[in-house]
C-alpha cells in the first residue's frame, strides 16, 4: 500500500485557493488543472526511459524517452474531468478512457452508467483521477472495472482525501498507489470531506 501526499509549497498554496468558498469557478478549474500537471509530475515520477539516437545541431545523442505505450488518464466522471484537462496539457499524447458512476440511492452503491475505454487497456498504464477520494466507492469501484478489463498497472491521482476513503480504498485495492495534495480530518454526516472544498463537481461547472 502507498499513499504520497504531495505537499508541495505551490500545491498547497493552490489548494487553498480553492478550498476558499469565494473563489469562482473559472479559478477555480484553472487552480485544478494547474494542481493536475504538479501532481502528475509525481505520478509519473518513475516511467521507464529508453534511450533513442537523435542529432542535436551540435552532434548525435542517445537521448532518454519514455519507454513503451502511451498512458492511459481515466476520469472518473464528473469532477475527474478537471484533474484529466491538467494531466492531458502534460501529456497531450495520452490515451482517455471515461468511467461513469452513480451512486443509488437505496444501496448507497457505485452503479456503472458509462465506461469507455481504449482497446488495449492491458498493455497500458493507467492514471485514475478523481478530485475527491471520500468514501471511496466510485474509486474502489472504477478500479474493479478496470480490472475487470485487464488493466494490470493502476495509479489513482486525487485532490484531496478522508482518512475513510483512504481505508476503504486501500483495503479494497492495496496494490494501488495513491497521489493526493492532503488528507483532511473526516467525512460528516453526508459523506463531505472536511474540512474540504464542498462539491467538486458543482464549483469546477458552475452548477451551485
Ligand atoms: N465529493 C465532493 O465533491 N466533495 C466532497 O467533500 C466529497 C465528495
Known amino acids: 500500500m502507498s499513499v504520497t501526499v504531495v505537499d508541495h509549497p505551490l500545491v498547497q498554496h493552490k ?21 493536475a500537471m504538479l501532481l502528475g509530475y509525481e505520478v509519473t515520477r518513475d516511467l521507464p526511459l529508453a534511450p533513442q539516437r537523435i542529432e542535436t545541431p551540435l552532434t548525435g545523442m542517445e537521448a532518454p524517452f519514455i519507454e513503451g505505450k502511451k ?3 481515466v476520469p472518473i466522471l464528473r469532477a475527474g474531468l478537471g484533474l484529466a484537462d491538467g494531466l492531458l496539457e502534460l501529456m497531450p499524447q495520452a490515451r482517455v478512457g471515461h468511467i461513469g458512476l452513480y ?6 452503491a457505485a452503479v456503472e452508467y458509462y465506461c469507455k475505454l481504449p482497446d488495449d487497456v492491458a498493455d497500458r498504464l493507467v492514471i485514475v483521477c478523481d478530485p475527491m477520494l471520500a468514501t471511496a466507492n466510485s474509486a ?7 480490472k475487470r478489463s485487464g488493466a494490470p498497472r493502476i495509479k ?9 476513503g483512504v481505508k476503504a480504498f486501500t483495503d ?14 473526516h ?22
Do not use: Q
Open 172 to 185: 479494497a485495492h492495496p496494490d494501488v498507489p495513491i497521489w493526493t495534495a492532503a488528507i483532511d480530518s
Open 71 to 73: 498512458l492511459v488518464v
Open 156 to 164: 489513482f491521482m486525487c485532490l484531496l482525501a478522508a482518512p475513510e
Open 103 to 108: 451512486r443509488d440511492p437505496e444501496t448507497k
Open 187 to 208: 467525512l460528516d454526516a453526508h459523506a463531505y470531506i472536511v474540512p474540504g472544498l464542498g462539491d467538486a463537481g458543482d464549483r469546477l461547472f458552475g452548477t451551485k
Open 15 to 35: 489548494l487553498s485557493l480553492m478550498r476558499d468558498k469565494d473563489t469562482s469557478s473559472a479559478n477555480f478549474r484553472r487552480l485544478l488543472r494547474e494542481i
Open 140 to 146: 474502489v469501484a472504477a478500479i474493479d472495472l478496470l
